[in-house]
T-cell receptor
Framework: AQSVTQPDIHITVSEGASLELRCNYS??????LFWYVQSPGQGLQLLLK??????LVQGIKGFEAEFKRSQSSFNLRKPSVHWSDAAEYFC??????????FGKGTRLHILP | NAGVTQTPKFRILKIGQSMTLQCTQD?????MYWYRQDPGMGLKLIYY???????DKGEVPNGYNVSRSTTEDFPLRLELAAPSQTSVYFC???????????FGNGTRLTVT
């Protein structure tokens, strides 16, 4: 069965600084990978997805993620964060069994 | 276009009571999912369905039941509410396997 690990529960960065959120997955074949964002009191919104092909994928709001098979990782990056990026970020993995499994999330705090 | 609609938004139950969380989608999606979200635990998959008449267990199915009699509706039933079921419940749908999920706004359930 697939699983997802997000090692960082909280991350704090200064506004304008770069950001990298880590995601590691466990699955025997090529997974389907997603990043979602949840603003306080809101539902979840898709940032980007990886199914196949180019390992660097672009998403909304200036985010990108890179799939690295050798490291079983799908880290999320943004070159310059804005105060509005403060939210909780979830990595998720899908597989042939139709389940989509989420990590525990990383809460991003932005310093002014 | 309503998307995924969950009712109610909030509910307080006494221990041992039962209730049904409603979820309906108007996008003709075959895949539907129920997740629960607890602080620091991310989203846990309770049950999912790949089409009318087909349901399967997720990561944390105990204490819950589902049915899928139509493409549009995927209700989640709690038969004997317990304090451990206090959580925020999200319903989601997708068009095909491993495609991005469309989430409802959630139901906040408290069992006391």
């Amino acid at each position: 069965a697939q699983s997802v690990t997000q090692p960082d529960i909280h991350i704090t960065v200064s506004e304008g600084a770069s950001l990298e959120l880590r995601c590691n997955y466990s699955y025997g074949a090529t997974p389907y990978l997603f990043w979602y964002v949840q603003s306080p009191g809101q539902g979840l919104q898709l940032l980007l997805k990886y199914f196949s092909g180019d390992t660097l994928v672009q998403g909304i709001k200036g985010f990108e993620a890179e799939f690295k098979r050798s490291q079983s990782s799908f880290n999320l990056r943004k070159p310059s964060v804005h105060w509005s990026d403060a939210a909780e970020y979830f990595c998720a993995v899908g597989a042939r069994d139709d389940k989509i499994i989420f990590g525990k999330g990383t809460r991003l705090h932005i310093l002014p | 276009n309503a998307g995924v609609t969950q009712t109610p938004k909030f509910r307080i139950l006494k221990i041992g009571q039962s209730m049904t969380l409603q979820c309906t989608q108007d996008m003709n999606h075959n895949y539907m999912y129920w997740y629960r979200q607890d602080p620091g635990m991310g989203l846990k998959l309770i049950y999912y369905s790949v089409g009318a008449g087909i349901t399967d267990k997720g990561e944390v199915p105990n204490g819950y039941n589902v049915s899928r009699s139509t493409t549009e509706d995927f209700p989640l039933r709690l038969e004997l509410a317990a304090p451990s079921q206090t959580s925020v419940y999200f319903c989601a749908s997708s068009s095909v396997r491993n495609s991005p999920l469309h989430f409802g706004n959630g139901t906040r359930l408290t069992v006391t």
